[in-house]
């Protein structure tokens, strides 16, 4: 072989190795640039149902000064049986000078095996400034009033900013809520109600108690009642001693008549926010936590009544318990 | 030289090859999972003030069969001047049977060079089965509160879905809103204010009148006949026949009490949905188009009376026109 030759042959080599190579290269470029082209372009129709198989859960929290409870919080999430690439997470920290927010975001980065990685995590900072002046013991009432309003407008942040047209359901779940089944989300999600909430108590070794006050539903003498007050009085429950609205709580309500199905649901009028399961058309119709007064109620109660406005039906889970942190 | 020397020489060659390959294409590999983590989490601090440079805008827009209308509102759109990467889009597509949906797809998927490329075009599809009875004259003023009910929700449902951490401003742009000045959003930015409305006219050769009737002030009259009426009745401008509601309108007030300057201010107590510029966080904060009374008012005019209740300030542009389709 003539030296010539070899250094074709050389030369010939090299060449298909810079071209196999820059194929393999441009290939896996243009698959990236489709990659991030879905991110620049998106179509959805929000005809569809809300989809029995592959729906994509939104799990909302609100969090503040609460360090403390990001790691039982994140332990529980873990847990969840529901495939977590169909659970996205948002949270918005407020008024919090505890780490919170670096607590949030160190756990949000944790390396996880593929097969417990959460589709999305969105962690927002906005402070409202606001403190409860524990003082003013006779303002109480009013107080709580005003707390709620901020407490609705944090929501609302939350819910404007994290939910997309991928999510069939947002699950708003307070981060001081720290047992509840692991099966949670294929439970309220097989149940496929508009809202519908689990009921929310507190236990110790050997006491428990009913916790979220503001899953209820009318009664007669609640509806009469507020045909006796100004349209925009707001109210709220647990200050009988100041104001006694007449609503039956669902706290109250387990295994009443006998009904003692873990999966018996009720009709409610309002829910709290502990843990609330929403269809996420509701939310996007407009049904959002009124940080002013509708038909006598602010933030998640107001939610509720927005909600029914809109044609949409509440349903409470009066035997089907999650705990809230004591 | 020898041919093992040869053969050694041919086989480093093709090693060294692949190495470097190897190395470029991992790197860039690498360099792709780096760009898709950015999805993955997200971090905010959502107290930042409204950024003054490099302010994102969200421009959204409900349409409903107006296939005809696509072209002239991208052509438009193309022309501003606000750099095109800091504007992401948001369609509602409803109740269409005249391929808006695929006329927007395509539009939106127009190859164009890169200073001229949105950051992000979303579009959705959601019907409301929704149509005006016509032949019902003597039920018009009530089919409009349905109506405006109807575009309440499909701008919540836009406005849920589309709104993110990036941005800073909501820009509302009606499909039928055909001409305006390139310079709209560098304007409207640098103006500043939680919520504002350009004066929506329309124009023919050698005619021009008042279109958006929903930029108003209340009036002592107007105030006083509110406490007349139902807390629960809907008001809606443009049927004096039926109710005269006593506000005074924006398109009545060009050039008034001798003020001529383009970008003279006035505050405003209710908008209309044709051209308005809303800070993100009014949004965020719970200022949604309610489907349901509120203060009088429904979907646009409720936007800004629970705007007023959470304390932002709601302003017009008496004398800076934007032109809507006849």
């Excluded at 060449?15 to 990659?35: A, E, P």
């Excluded at 919090?96 to 097969?115: H, N, V, Y």
């Excluded at 407490?151 to 994290?162: D, F, I, P, V, Y």
Aim: glycine letters at 4%.
């Amino acid at each position: 072989m003539p030296l010539t030759t070899k250094i074709q042959l050389i030369t010939l080599l090299i060449t298909s190795c810079i071209l196999f190579y820059w194929f393999l290269f441009s290939t896996s470029q243009s698959h990236i640039t489709d990659q991030c082209n879905q991110y620049r372009y998106s179509f959805t129709n929000l005809n569809r149902p809300t989809r029995k198989e592959d729906a994509h859960v939104l799990i909302l929290t609100p969090f503040k000064q609460s360090a403390h409870l990001v790691d039982t919080y994140f332990d529980n999430l873990l847990k969840l049986t529901y495939p977590h690439h169909l659970i996205s997470l948002g949270f918005l920290v407020s008024d919090s000078t505890d780490g919170t927010f670096e607590k949030l975001q160190s756990r949000a980065q944790q390396t996880l095996p593929e097969w417990q990685r959460f589709n999305k995590i969105t962690v927002l900072q906005k402070d409202y400034k606001y403190d409860l002046p524990t003082n003013e013991d006779r303002h109480k009432f009013e107080v709580q009033i005003q707390r709620r309003a901020i407490m609705a407008k944090s929501r609302n942040t939350l819910l404007s900013t994290t939910l997309s047209e991928e999510h069939d359901w947002v699950l708003w779940l307070d981060g001081d809520v720290i047992e509840y089944p692991a099966t949670l989300l294929d439970e309220l999600i097989s149940l496929d109600k508009d809202v519908i909430a689990p009921n929310c108590w507190w236990h110790s070794y050997n006491e428990k108690g009913g916790y979220d006050k503001n899953n209820w539903q009318e009664t007669n003498e609640s509806i009469e009642f507020q045909k006796t007050i100004p349209h925009d009085q707001v109210l709220v429950e647990g200050y009988e001693a100041v104001l006694n609205t007449h609503r039956k709580l669902m706290i109250d309500m387990v295994n009443e008549g006998g009904n003692t199905d873990m999966y018996y649901t009720i009709p409610l009028d309002a829910v709290g926010g502990t843990c609330t399961f929403v269809r996420a058309q509701v939310h996007r119709d407009g049904a959002i936590f009124p940080p002013f007064a509708y038909q006598h109620q602010v933030e998640t109660e107001g939610f509720a009544k927005i909600a029914k406005s809109l044609g949409y039906s509440i349903w409470g889970l009066p035997n089907y318990f999650v705990y809230h942190y004591i």
